[in-house]
């Protein structure tokens, strides 16, 4: 394919392109319109009223089940307080980081994973000052489209 035949394709696809994202844009702001008409109305202004009053209420109520069933199980050892509520016991590690570290450096390196994150960022800003042998920073492109697109669309044209 030429560039002229590939500039074609770019120019048709950008024209449907604008098209959609219009006709997602209109669509997003008749439904914003609806849902600001729905909130603004009596049965939903109720309902919110009684949904806040009750998520308010479980949050308080399944703390306090959750108080109750820690207690039964430790004054009774039974881990089912109820049909519904029960208490599973879990296993937790407490250890120094530190610690843990220099262990793992010396008995565990496998453990080890790197923070590609913190590399990259400490690459790129040593870049120029003490790179590194083994990092290849490669100029990749990056294709990137227009938001508006109104202009190729044929739409609002006399």
Request: charged share 35%.
């Amino acid at each position: 394919m030429n560039s002229g035949e590939i500039q074609e394709l770019i120019n048709n696809a950008i024209r449907e392109l604008g098209q959609v994202r219009s006709e997602e844009t209109h669509a997003a702001s008749e439904l914003t319109a609806m849902r600001k008409e729905l909130e603004a109305s009596e049965r939903w202004q109720t309902h919110s009223d009684i949904r806040k009053e009750a998520k308010e209420r479980v949050s308080v109520l399944e703390a306090d089940v959750k108080k109750l069933t820690v207690e039964y199980f430790e004054a009774t050892g039974d881990k089912k307080a109820h049909e519904a509520a029960y208490v599973r016991v879990t296993e937790t590690l407490e250890y120094d980081e530190e610690e843990a570290l220099t262990w793992a450096r010396a008995n565990l390196p496998e453990a080890l994973t790197l923070d590609v994150d913190a590399f990259e960022e400490y690459v790129k800003g040593m870049r120029k000052i003490n790179p590194l042998p083994f990092v290849a920073f490669k100029k990749e492109p990056q294709p990137c489209i227009a938001r508006d697109l109104s202009r190729f669309t044929g739409e609002g044209e006399s």
